[in-house]
């Protein structure tokens, strides 16, 4: 057992490792954005800073530190001032709960690869993902314009209405660990079956409900083709149209910050975790279910944005009946399955 002294120490260095890795990969995921859906439309995307441009993201980021920061005089500022805020805020803090890896031994210390580990970390997340909203809700309110308040009213349903499929998605992944773990959830998947197939969930019964979180995560984080509350064809840009400088850069820094925690969770929930194949000495296989981690997370990340370089939006009343009508029947009938057939095998 650790102190507490240590507890607290080995938790203050990994939280600030843990917040300069997530910054860092929010803005190399907007490069990486930015580049591939160049190219897919046959374009080089950003590279005049840098080789390949990989020094726009810093370029970016200064230039939003010093853009001049406007406040229009119309709104509300209390809540104006803290809608972004309240945003990146509660995007940031659901990294703390996400496992990466298998327990590691430092200089004789024996700790979780992730900030704190609690054995309903899922529950948490969701609570802290959900609370994100306010944020979007609260600056198209009190930015005092009709394109911004339609922009988080937007959000608010869109959010209601995803969540619901999105929770029942993942009920049949808990009735099969029978916890509310990560770490436990990621033990279940490990192994194979037939020799040769992973024992991840996405292989193993719950293929439906991988279909239905991936679409409910579109939404759940405004993106194509689900990114109604920002849309600039109607919105001008929605919730976030009066916003400038750092405020403006928050709201990114929050949406792609949400992208990677869901990343992260379809990682853990439907794709094994870390399990991968180990080979070598013992150092790299220490390494490797980071490695494999990480690989993972990637992969759903560049197909997040594959979606957005080449699907339309839909329309509004679209958005709507494709949540009621089609998703949240399926999530139902997967979850009713997934009860039937583990009540079979018990």
């Known amino acids: 057992m650790l102190s507490i002294t240590t507890f607290v120490i080995v938790s203050i260095i990994k939280s ?14 907007v490069w990486l954005e930015r580049k591939v859906v160049g190219h897919i439309q046959n374009r080089w995307g950003p590279t005049r800073v840098g080789p390949f441009g990989l020094l726009q993201p810093l370029a970016d980021g200064l230039k939003f530190i010093l853009k001049e920061d406007l406040t229009p005089p119309h709104v509300y500022k ?36 992730e900030i704190t580990d609690v054995n309903i970390g899922l529950l948490i997340i969701l609570g802290i993902t959900s609370m994100g909203v306010y944020g979007v ?16 009213l937007r959000a608010s349903a869109q959010m209601v209405s995803y969540e619901i499929s999105l929770g029942l998605s993942l009920v049949g992944v808990l009735i099969m660990a029978g916890s509310f773990s990560l770490r436990t959830i990621v033990d279940a998947q490990g192994g194979t079956f037939w020799g040769f197939i992973p024992r991840w969930n996405v292989f193993h ?5 991988f279909f239905v979180y991936l679409m409910s995560a579109f939404a759940e984080t405004n993106r194509v083709p689900f990114d109604l509350p920002e849309a600039e064809t109607e919105l001008v840009a929605g919730y976030h149209t009066e916003y400038s400088a750092m405020k403006f850069a928050m709201f990114f820094m929050a949406e792609y910050a949400n992208m ?3 990343a992260c969770l379809a990682t853990l929930l439907f794709l094994g ?29 560049f197909l997040y944005i594959w979606v957005r370089g080449t699907l339309p939006r839909f329309r509004y009343d679209q958005l709507m009946a494709f949540a009621w009508k089609f998703l ?3 999530a139902v009938a997967n979850l ?4 039937l057939i583990v009540a079979l095998r018990s």
């Open 328 to 330: 949240f029947p399926l």
């Open 16 to 29: 600030v490792i843990a917040i300069l890795l997530l910054l860092t990969a929010v803005a190399y995921t």
């Open 137 to 152: 809700a609260l600056a198209g309110w009190s930015s005092n314009s009709k394109y911004s308040l339609l922009g988080g």
């Open 260 to 262: 990677i925690t869901v």
């Open 273 to 301: 975790g870390w399990h991968g194949p180990l080979f070598g000495p013992p150092l790299l296989q220490g390494i490797l279910p980071v490695f494999w981690f990480v690989l993972k997370v990637f992969c759903f990340l």
């Open 205 to 209: 019964g719950q293929e439906v409900a």
């Open 336 to 339: 009713a399955i997934t009860g």
């Open 78 to 113: 209390p809540l104006y001032i803290a809608a972004p805020m309240i945003a990146v805020i509660f995007a940031i803090t659901s990294i703390s709960l996400i496992p990466i890896g298998n327990w590691v031994s430092i200089a004789g210390i024996h700790t979780p690869l």
